[in-house]
């Protein structure tokens, strides 16, 4: 095994020499030995009992029960009090569970309970934790089990933390808790095997019953190639710190394959909560960091190369924030710091959510293209009957997106200090490569404050405003070109007006720089431009009349138009321009 940080694999623990290597030696510990040929166990070092059993059952509270190398066929059952199994090391000393019993049963009270440096499968779940508190499982091989790897459970109170352990190919999920604490340090969950109803990495889920939710900490850890999603946690909290979720697997069909899923308990309405600090989401499918109706932090993380569904080849979302279809109740996150690139539909998605975007690099959606998706890079879209989705973008960088760079569709933004630049076309049809695009969905009105920020190198419109109202202030937008398919286009701000209301936007000390057509394109909408520069364009201020609605300019001073030094008053054209189409947000 390995867990982020480390450059080569190791064993789970090391093997000493002796026949009970560095298991520590106390007075009352119970030795055991599978290969003792007396008949006269009494668990001391001479006459050590046969059975791992016999050794519980012999020990006092909180007794060693030192195990030397072996295969134990036995399912051991641990009740009332706590023991501590130890084992000579996970490669020598092997627990081989019943069909129907966990290899290791935690049950009733049997708290403060520890296993170290073994080795555990079976037939059924590896190592069972019911009603017990603060157990602790180290260094432990958890392999090959027919069912669940580490099962842990409350109907009272239970928790565990395990540490330095590797948990693989175990079936429907790896690691499961329900309504407990649970803690993984320097972990491997790898590789569980499908079953009709799974094949989780891990699993938190809350009691619907009587509402205790679980409570997930993993750090410095590895989650991968397990099937449908690597970490899921329902109704519960999630702490992730220095993780690794990667090449997480589709289902049998194909569907699925996400990273990490944060969702709320749909029966009693309990959203999940998450921090996600310092980790890593690579090569999931269809989405790698899904947050469903439920509230979430992440900072300094890095998701990448998000992969489409095997079954429809649809989506590949790198983060998708998403609240309830109904709009009540609502996802909010807080992204900072982090690195988002390389989806193949749109790297950041929100809906029906609120959500904070500080210091972020959103990259590459043009680099991961399959099946239909047009890889965006931010995309904000209102959900019917719901409050409007928000979106604040400060401080970061939107490069690289395909189609469009951000696109906000009946919603609130706030973009502020943000680089959006060499956005691309479809490569499929040649179409858009927008810079940002803010328009209606549904009849909602979007509307926009884009302060402090440059868009350049976009294809197509460098900013549209269609059925919105946009302020732009301290703002640069470089040099828009044609659109690629048919050399249209290439207007560097349109304001456009399709449905009842009239589109808006004010123009203040902002510039335009090296557009293919016009500065403004202005299509029945409303445009007011105030200490503005528009430079080096074929035409500097279109305006064009549409159906149900004229355009206007105000002029509130201060405007230059011109290039290569020759600049002067800024002068409205009509040249029969045709107007650009809105964008398709799908379903």
Known sequence: MAVPGETVCREVA????????TIPVEPSTQYVDGAYAGLDSDGTVDRPWTTIQAAVDAAGESAIV????????????????PVRLWGVCPAKVEIVGDVDTPAVLIRNGADLTEIHDVAVSGAFVGVGILNSREVRIDRLWIHDTGSMGLDIESFFSASATVSGSLIESAHEVGVFGWASGLTLEGCVVRGTLPTPTGGYGIQVRQDPGTGAPSTLTVSGSLVAENQQSGILVIGSSLTADGVAVMDTQPTVDGRLGRGIVVAWEDITGTPSSATIRQSVLLRNREVSLMVGVSDVSIERTTVRDTLPEVSSGDLGRGVGIEGSPSGSPRSTAAIRESLIERAGEVVLFVAAADAIVE???????????????????VEARHV????PTTLALQGGIVDRSAEIGILLS???????HTLVRDTRPNPTTGWFGRGIQIQDVEGTFSTAA????????????GIGVMDASVTIEATTIATTHPRASDGSFGDGLVVESFGETRSE?????????Q???????????????HQAALECSPIYLNGENVSGFDFSFEDQGDNVCGCGGATGACQVLSSMLAPPETVDVGE
């Not at 030192?66 to 009090?81: C, M, P, T």
């Not at 557009?515 to 431009?529: K, L």
């Open 410 to 416: 009946g919603v609130q933004a706030e973009i502020d």
């Open 359 to 377: 210091s972020t690099i959103v990259r590459g959606g043009a680099d991961a293209q399959a099946g239909n998706a047009p890889g965006r890079g």
């Open 505 to 513: 936007a004010i123009l203040r000390a902002s510039r335009i720089e």
């Open 515 to 529: 557009s293919t057509r016009a500065g403004v394109a202005n299509f029945g909408g409303r445009v007011v431009i």
């Open 450 to 461: 884009i302060r402090r920020t440059r868009v350049e190198q976009s294809y197509d419109v």
């Open 66 to 81: 030192a195990i030397a190398e072996g295969r134990y066929d036995e399912s051991i059952d641990i009740e009332g009090k």
């Open 384 to 387: 019917s009957g719901a409050a």
């Open 14 to 21: 090391p093997c000493a020499a002796g026949r009970w290597g």
